[in-house]
């Protein structure tokens, strides 16, 4: 289908594995150029090899995206090195999943900053050039968790409700700009996002639950995530519920 994102500058967080990996690398065989963010230098350096193949020249941007001056920072320097952005994927998260009785709130408080105040925080960094230009696109991923809130999910449920909520008010105010918002929602994904869960029993049976299935792949989301970047100006694609065929809730 040719070089759908020609020319389009994307900043992906969380490209260090899983969606954000696999978004990069569709990016860049799409022809943009794709900044990279994330904590795990080696990893992204492994993923800038990748991409600097498929001739997407990375930007490659060690951050934790806990602080939200990082979350800015990485915007722009995006900014910077490239001249503007024009595609934002909010990716980078965590799922920390526990009974509310048994909450180490600490990891929680973590898990609230990281999934929803660091994508704020990186959001409203790049609306003014986005507004300026009155193009641009802003991707944010959440999951099903923002749309049925389970046991042992209520933080996390939290965040992802917050993402969701998030993603259509920011719509309303900046729709007359012509920045155009998505919000992705998928079911289980073998990725590492699992291997966050601090409670062996939650972690033992979400595993077990999603084993028990046909998961969806990154590469999937990542396909998803670029369908909606690359339609024509005036469709904006602004919700995406995906689950395995397999998954009921």
């Known amino acids: 289908m040719g070089k759908r994102l020609q020319d389009r500058i994307a900043l992906v967080t969380g490209a260090s594995s899983g969606i954000g990996a696999a978004t990069a690398l569709a990016f860049a065989e799409a ?31 060690e951050a934790d995206l806990l602080d939200e001056h990082a979350a800015q920072r990485i915007v722009a320097d995006t900014e910077k090195h490239f001249g503007r952005l024009d595609i934002l994927v909010n990716n980078a998260g965590v799922m920390y999943l526990e009974p509310v009785a048994e909450a180490d709130l600490g990891r929680w408080r973590r898990m609230l900053e990281l999934n929803v105040l660091s994508l704020i925080a990186s959001t409203q ?88 299935m046909r998961q969806l792949q990154a590469e999937d989301v990542a396909e998803t995530i670029l369908f909606c970047v690359t339609r024509p100006p005036h469709v904006s694609i602004n919700e995406v519920l995906m689950r395995p065929t397999d998954q009921e809730r």
């Open 31 to 61: 022809g943009a150029k794709v900044a990279i963010a994330a904590r795990r230098r080696d990893r992204l350096d492994e993923l800038a090899k990748s991409l600097a193949a498929l001739g997407a020249e990375p930007l490659v941007l």
């Open 125 to 212: 960094a790049a609306l003014a050039g986005m507004r300026a230009r009155k193009d641009g696109h802003i991707v944010n991923i959440a999951s099903t968790a923002g749309r049925v809130a389970n046991p042992n999910a209520a933080a996390y449920s939290a965040t992802k409700f917050g993402v969701v909520a998030f993603s259509e008010a920011l719509r309303r105010e900046i729709y007359a700009d012509g920045v155009r918002v998505s919000v992705i929602e998928p079911g289980a994904v073998a990725t590492e996002l699992r291997e966050h869960i601090g409670h062996a029993q939650v972690q033992k049976a979400i595993n077990a639950w999603a084993e028990g």
